[in-house]
T-cell receptor
């Protein structure tokens, strides 16, 4: 069966520090991968999605970036965090080429102080 | 890109009543429309979905309708129960799944 791992679950970082959140999927090949951010009491904002290795689509201009170094690995990064980067970050996957249910990771609650 | 709008942002109903949440989308290429339920502090979970070649789908107390011409789709929950209280999200996808802003549903006992 397929599983998705996202870590860490919580993170407190100072303003200006770098960020690296990692997401891996097991049990499937060539998944679509997504990064979403959910501000408190708000909706799921699509940040990045990827349909294959090295293929990243960016939805919102900001100081975040994403990379997909391996088929089932998706990384969200920042060189310098801003206060406004605080939020709940969710990684998700679904089957590539066929629109199907997206499965979410447990999420990372990031607080920038 | 796709833009998904969802209404209302909050909805309060009495136990046993029906609840309806509506969404519109902009990209005619979108062909998959899932609905997710998110309980406090947890990840979103799929509750029902519909594809563009179907107009209506039902699963026990939950139903979804889709009007492709008008680009809108709706979630209907009948005989609501307190455990239905959560945030509900609609989404539209053509390999880039985008979500609405969410509806906080409260079912009062």
């Amino acid at each position: 069966s397929q599983t998705i791992h996202q870590w860490p679950a919580t993170l407190v970082q100072p303003v200006g520090s770098p960020l690296s959140l990692e997401c891996t999927v097991e049990g499937t090949s060539n998944p679509n991968l997504y990064w979403y951010r959910q501000a408190a009491g708000r909706g799921l904002q699509l940040l990045f999605y990827s349909v294959g290795i090295g293929q990243i689509s960016s939805e919102v201009p900001q100081n975040l970036s994403a990379s997909r170094p391996q088929d089932r690995q998706f990384i969200l990064s920042s060189k310098k965090l801003l206060l406004s980067d605080s939020g709940f970050y969710l990684c998700a996957w679904n089957l590539g080429q066929v629109n199907t249910e997206a499965f979410f990771g447990q999420g990372t609650r990031l607080t920038v102080v | 890109g796709e833009n998904v709008e969802q209404h209302p942002s909050t909805l309060s109903v009495q136990e046993g009543d029906s609840a309806v949440i509506k969404c519109t989308y902009s990209d005619s290429a979108s062909n998959y429309f899932p609905w997710y339920k998110q309980e406090l502090g947890k990840r979103p979970q799929l509750i029902i979905d519909i594809r563009s070649n179907v107009g209506e789908k039902k699963d026990q107390r939950i139903a979804v309708t889709l009007n492709k011409t008008a680009k809108h789709f709706s979630l209907h929950i009948t005989e609501t129960q307190p455990e239905d209280s959560a945030v509900y999200f609609c989404a539209a996808s053509d390999n880039d799944m985008r979500f609405g802003a969410g509806t906080r549903l409260t079912v009062k006992p």
